[in-house]
């Protein structure tokens, strides 16, 4: 089953058993989700696709959390995290730092790259090969503390 039929089917369950706040979300994203259905044109949404809008909506509440905090708002704080929540578990398991620093090893000495400037190389590698499983600015930290051995 494809993660966008899980996404309905969930928001279904959510409708059915009355639960107003995880139908709003689940409402929500999949509206951005049909968005890049009708802009790419496509029958079925691939999961990488799927997993790119959930990420971009964890990203926009995370920096809702983060304005909201410094606004002194915890009301809305906590109303983003519960969405925050949500959003998440449909995201696939974050890799483990140790298991990244391998890939990008691998990486860098199988494509020979030496300095700073080889990162873009490095990077388009590293990231189809976690496929989402990894923060990509935390990627590109751990790639650039690699290459410039600081």
């Known amino acids: 089953m ?3 039929d899980t996404i309905s089917q969930d928001y279904v369950r959510a409708m059915k058993a009355r639960d107003s ?3 709003s979300v689940l409402s929500f994203l999949r509206a951005q989700i049909n968005y890049v259905k009708i802009d790419k044109r496509l029958e079925k949404v691939p999961d990488e696709e799927v997993i790119s809008v959930v990420k971009k909506q964890v990203k926009q509440r995370l920096d809702s959390i983060s304005q909201f905090k410094a606004g002194g708002r915890t009301d809305l704080v906590d109303k983003e995290e519960k969405e925050l929540a949500v959003l998440k578990s449909y995201l696939p398991p974050e890799m483990p730092v140790e298991k990244l620093k391998g890939i990008i090893e691998e990486v860098i000495s199988t494509s020979k790259a030496a300095s700073i400037k080889d990162m873009g190389r490095v990077m388009k590698e590293v990231l189809s090969r976690v496929a989402g499983q990894a923060d990509s ?5 751990l ?4 290459l410039t051995g600081k």
């Open 137 to 141: 600015q935390a990627l590109a930290a």
């Open 143 to 146: 790639v650039k503390e690699r």
């Open 2 to 4: 494809s993660l966008e």
């Open 21 to 23: 706040f995880a139908s």
